[in-house]
C-alpha cells in the first residue's frame, strides 16, 4: 500500500469519477484506475461500486477513506514540520480566508506577509465559514478565518467582532433614517449570502425571532455584487461595519442596525492538537501586529 494509492482512491471518491480525479491528479485515468486496483489488490477487499462514469463506495471502502484521509493529512503535517527546519526559508501555509470581506480587510495584510516571506509558499482558498470549517477537518487547511466557531474541535485566535450595519436603496423609506430595528425591514426584499456562510443562518434565525420571514432578493458571497444590487433596488443586504463601508456608493445608504446586535465575530481557527507550522503562527502574529480597529 502507497500513498500515491490511497491519494488516487481519496480523489476519486471526492471528484465521484476516476475521470475527474485524473484532471486534478494531472495523471491519466489509465493509471489512476490501476492505483485504486492495486490498493485493492493489496488490501483483499472491494473499495468501489462501479456503475458506468460513477462509483460508489462498499463498506469497506468506507473505513478504508476514512483511514486514508487520516494518513494523508499526517503526511501532510510531516512534510510541514520538517520544512519548519529550514527556519522560513521554504515551506507552505494553507491558508482559508472568508469570501465577505477579503478584499478590504486581509488583501494588504497578506502582502505584508509575502513581502516578509517571500519563500513560503501560500495557498489560499476562499468560502463561507462552513466550507472552512470542513476544509480544517479533513486537513486541507492549516488556518482559515470564519465565525467563531462552537465547535470544541477547533482553537482560535480573535481578529474582529464587527457589527453589521443595513444598506439601503437611496429611495427606501427608511434610508434617512440614523438607525433601525431589523422587524422594520420586513416587507423589504433580503439580499442574502450562499447557504456555505454560517452569518446567513445568523441572519435568518434573526428575522423569524423578530417574527417575519425575510423575502430573498437574491444571494451572493461577493460585497461589491450585493451592494450594485442594493444601488439597483433589489433590496437591503446586511453586512459587517468594516465590509459596508468599503461598499458604500452613489444611491445606497449605510444605516446603523440597532437591535438586535447581530454580529461578524472573524476569527483565525485551527484543529484542536494539530500542530502549527513557523509559517501559520507568523500569520497569527501579524495579524495580531495589524488588528483590525472598531469603525464608527
Known amino acids: 500500500m502507497e500513498f500515491r494509492q490511497l491519494r488516487s482512491f481519496a480523489e476519486v471518491v471526492r471528484q465521484g469519477s476516476f475521470t475527474q480525479a485524473a484532471v486534478r491528479l494531472h495523471a491519466s485515468q489509465s493509471a489512476i484506475s490501476k492505483q485504486v486496483a492495486q490498493l485493492e489488490q493489496s488490501l483483499r477487499v472491494q473499495l468501489l461500486e462501479r456503475s458506468g462514469p ?3 463506495l462498499t463498506a469497506a471502502g468506507e473505513v478504508v477513506l476514512r483511514r486514508a484521509e487520516e494518513m494523508l493529512r499526517l503526511q501532510r503535517e510531516l512534510r510541514t514540520e520538517l520544512d519548519d527546519l529550514s527556519q522560513m526559508k521554504r515551506g ?59 465547535d470544541p474541535g477547533f482553537d482560535w485566535q480573535p481578529f474582529c467582532n464587527e457589527p453589521l450595519d443595513a444598506l439601503l436603496p437611496a429611495e427606501h423609506p427608511l434610508a434617512g433614517r440614523d438607525s433601525i430595528v431589523l422587524g422594520e425591514l420586513a416587507d423589504t426584499p433580503f439580499l442574502l449570502y450562499q447557504q456555505s456562510f454560517t452569518l446567513n443562518d445568523r441572519l435568518l434565525r434573526a428575522c423569524h425571532e423578530a417574527g417575519f420571514e425575510p423575502r430573498e432578493g437574491g444571494r451572493s458571497g461577493q460585497a461589491d455584487f450585493l451592494g450594485a444590487l442594493v444601488a439597483a433596488g433589489q433590496g437591503v443586504v446586511l453586512l459587517p461595519r468594516a465590509v459596508a463601508k468599503e461598499v458604500e456608493r452613489p444611491g445606497v445608504k ?23 507550522s513557523h509559517a501559520a503562527k507568523a500569520w497569527l502574529a501579524l495579524l495580531e501586529e495589524f488588528p483590525l480597529h472598531p469603525r464608527p
Open 92 to 150: 507552505e501555509l494553507r491558508l482559508g480566508l472568508p469570501l465577505l470581506g477579503a478584499d478590504a480587510l486581509f488583501a494588504w495584510r497578506f502582502a505584508e506577509y509575502r513581502k516578509r516571506y517571500p519563500h513560503i509558499q501560500v495557498h489560499l482558498v476562499e468560502g463561507g465559514s462552513k466550507s472552512l470549517e470542513q476544509a480544517l477537518h479533513a486537513g486541507e487547511l492549516e488556518l482559515a478565518g470564519a465565525l467563531t466557531p462552537n
Open 54 to 56: 460513477h462509483v460508489r
Open 254 to 276: 449605510r444605516v446603523l442596525l440597532s437591535e438586535p446586535d447581530l454580529r461578524w465575530d472573524i476569527c483565525f481557527m485551527w484543529r484542536r492538537g494539530a500542530y502549527l
